[in-house]
């Protein structure tokens, strides 16, 4: 077993466990769309990718979320194709109170891993990036549905080695 399907599995087994547990009996998911931002020293590259994210809520301030991406369109840049292959991150959640008028200002903390594929000039084999992971976004009720929410989020998934991989995503959730 490969340390990618290993962290697969870990990513799986949490967040069944976390749905499983019985101290809060809602969930919600997520779809959006994700504009990454991969550095290269002094390359700017910019793959989007497609990322669904289910959550569950403990409180009103606390929560668990795990999050999927893959990849919709490749970046290139001087001959080198890049495409963020996959990304997946499991990540603790606090959010402000909804003080805001169906505004909900939110912070995430964990640990991801993304999946970096090159081709063309210059590519290199597929690699894999893990890292402490943090963001923060901003949610909007939907007017006249009460359990869909606008979506916005900037997440840092890796920092290291002359390497950083950002993510601004628009989406939408739904709670359930």
């Known amino acids: 077993m490969t340390n990618k399907q290993l962290n697969i599995y870990l990513v ?24 990454q931002n991969v550095k290269i020293e002094d390359q700017k590259l910019n793959p989007l990718t497609a990322r669904i994210k289910l959550g569950v809520p403990y409180s009103r301030e606390l929560g668990v979320e795990a999050s999927y991406a893959g990849s919709i369109r490749e970046d290139e840049v001087n001959g080198l194709k890049l495409e963020s292959e996959e990304t997946m991150g499991l990540y603790a959640r ?56 606008y979506t916005f989020q900037f997440t840092r998934y890796y920092d290291n080695d002359g390497l950083t991989i950002d993510g601004f995503s628009l989406g939408l959730r739904y709670d359930f």
């Open 94 to 149: 606090y959010n402000s109170p909804d003080a805001y008028g169906g505004m909900t200002i939110y912070l995430l903390a964990g640990y991801a891993w993304t999946t970096i594929k090159t081709s063309g000039l210059y590519a290199i084999p597929a690699q894999d990036f893990e890292s402490f992971s943090w963001g923060a976004g901003i949610e909007e009720r939907a007017k006249g549905a009460r359990s869909m929410r």
């Open 12 to 35: 799986c087994i949490l967040l069944v466990a976390t749905l499983a547990t019985p101290v809060h009996a809602a969930f919600y998911t997520d779809v959006s769309v994700e504009y």
